[in-house]
């Protein structure tokens, strides 16, 4: 019995040492607590980590419309310039988002205004709306005669407020 002289005897629940229980684990509060904390923050983080994949899907989509308009700048621009030979009617506008990729014989040689037509980050294809000249400008369906604008097909709204297709 010389431990009982120390004052410290062993017990299932930790060591007595001078009439204190000294606990060798959490208590149920204390993981209770903690528990509480951690999900608090899980419950902050998880819709921080939704406004960022949505605000980088829009980023994404605001680049591969203003890669495709460009494209179709350049494309105009050279019709312009009488690089090639266009069609009478489609105001030396490209007739479709293929012959960006595909591109024109230039003097014997292929030129492009477009690698590949992007994906829609928020559709998920490479269907894009179309208008041409001819359309009216906040009409959805597309009249074929060349391609003037591009949008999305989406129906979302943005972090802003407005709908993807306005964009």
């Given at each position: 019995m010389?431990?009982?002289?120390?004052?410290?005897?062993r017990?299932?629940?930790?060591?007595?040492?001078?009439?204190?229980?000294?606990?060798?684990?959490?208590?149920?509060?204390?993981?209770?607590?903690?528990?509480?904390?951690?999900?608090?923050?899980?419950?902050?983080?998880?819709?921080m980590?939704?406004?960022?994949?949505?605000?980088e899907?829009?980023?994404?989509?605001?680049?591969?419309?203003?890669?495709?308009?460009?494209?179709?700048?350049?494309?105009?621009?050279?019709a312009?310039?009488g690089?090639?030979?266009?069609?009478?009617?489609?105001?030396?506008?490209?007739?479709d988002?293929?012959?960006?990729?595909?591109?024109?014989?230039?003097?014997?040689?292929?030129?492009?205004f477009?690698?590949?037509?992007?994906?829609?980050?928020m559709?998920?294809?490479?269907?894009?709306?179309?208008?041409?000249?001819?359309?009216?400008?906040?009409?959805?369906?597309?009249?074929?005669?060349?391609?003037?604008?591009?949008?999305?097909?989406?129906?979302g709204?943005?972090?802003?407020?407005?709908?993807?297709?306005?964009?």
């Amino acid at each position: 019995m010389q431990a009982k002289n120390l004052m410290q005897v062993r017990s299932r629940r930790g060591v007595r040492h001078s009439g204190r229980l000294l606990s060798k684990g959490f208590t149920l509060i204390e993981l209770i607590v903690a528990t509480a904390i951690l999900v608090i923050l899980t419950g902050l983080a998880v819709p921080m980590a939704r406004v960022a994949i949505k605000r980088e899907r829009e980023r994404e989509l605001r680049r591969d419309l203003w890669e495709m308009r460009d494209a179709i700048d350049r494309y105009k621009d050279a019709a312009e310039r009488g690089a090639f030979q266009i069609k009478v009617g489609t105001e030396q506008y490209p007739p479709d988002l293929e012959t960006l990729v595909n591109g024109v014989d230039v003097g014997g040689k292929k030129v492009r205004f477009l690698r590949k037509i992007p994906i829609d980050p928020m559709t998920g294809n490479t269907e894009w709306g179309l208008r041409s000249v001819q359309d009216d400008p906040n009409s959805d369906s597309w009249g074929g005669q060349n391609v003037f604008d591009v949008f999305t097909k989406s129906q979302g709204t943005g972090l802003d407020g407005t709908e993807y297709k306005t964009w």
